[in-house]
Nanobody
Framework: QVQLVESGGGLVQAGGSRRLSCAAS????????MGWYRQAPGKQRELVAT???????NYADSVKGRFTISRDNGWNTVSLQMNSLKPEDTAVYYC?????????WGQGTQVTVSS
C-alpha cells in the first residue's frame, strides 16, 4: 500500500504562486509515475502534471509554462510549483502514484484563486 498526503492548498490571488507537496509513504518500490490531478466543481478530474521514475515530465496544455512538477530521488515527496495562477485553476488538487496494477490517490487539497 501507498499513502499520499497533500499539503499547501489555500486561497491565493490571481497572478500569485502556490506550492503543493505530496508526502508519500508505504511501499514505494516500483512506483513508475507520480503526478497531480485536479477536479473543479461540476467537472471531471483532469491531469495537471506527471513525472516518471526517469524524471520525464508531462503537463496539461493549460498549465505549461506556469506549473513545475518535481520530486526527490526516493519518491518521498512530489511537489507542484504553481505560478501565475488564474481563477480557472481553482480546484481540488490530488496527488497520484501509479505502478503496474495499482493506482493510489491522496485525499486532495483545495486551491482557490480569487480574481
Amino acid at each position: 500500500q501507498v499513502q499520499l498526503v497533500e499539503s499547501g492548498g489555500g486561497l491565493v490571488q490571481a497572478g500569485g504562486s502556490r506550492r503543493l507537496s505530496c508526502a508519500a509513504s508505504g511501499s514505494l518500490f516500483n512506483i513508475n509515475i507520480m503526478g497531480w490531478y485536479r477536479q473543479a466543481p461540476g467537472k471531471q478530474r483532469e491531469l495537471v502534471a506527471t513525472i516518471t521514475s526517469g524524471g520525464t515530465t508531462n503537463y496539461a496544455d493549460s498549465v505549461k509554462g506556469r506549473f513545475t512538477i518535481s520530486r526527490d530521488n526516493g519518491w518521498n515527496t512530489v511537489s507542484l510549483q504553481m505560478n501565475s495562477l488564474k481563477p480557472e485553476d481553482t480546484a481540488v488538487y490530488y496527488c497520484n502514484a501509479w505502478r503496474v496494477g495499482h493506482n493510489y490517490w491522496g485525499q486532495g487539497t483545495q486551491v482557490t484563486v480569487s480574481s
